[in-house]
């Protein structure tokens, strides 16, 4: 089972995240981001290589789809809150958005 992370890490964790337009939500103590690409061949490309790593993990975001954007929020449902497999898949998605963005030469 995993557990939320301790109030005294939780700062030193969710800080880049948060500068880095992660959305804390306090009422479910969950992370939420949105990203708008070019296209929804983009997006896709995106929600697959986030989707191959959260399987991996077994730690599945909650997430939708609508042609160009995808809105991702990132909980640990076992303990009611975030936990560091948030916090890792939230920079894995931050990282695979970047590579997208990239090799599209798209913009946020």
Known sequence: MNSRIPEIDRALQLKP?????????DKR????????????QQAWVFMSQ???KADAMDHHPEWSNVYN??????TTH???GISLKDVELANFIDNAANLVFKEEKAQV
């Open 50 to 52: 986030v989707a191959t």
């Open 29 to 40: 103590d969950a992370l939420q981001k949105k990203f708008l690409f070019e296209n929804f």
């Open 78 to 80: 076992d303990c009611n």
């Open 17 to 25: 995240l948060l500068q880095n337009k992660w959305n804390f939500e």
């Open 69 to 74: 954007k995808v809105d991702i929020t990132l």
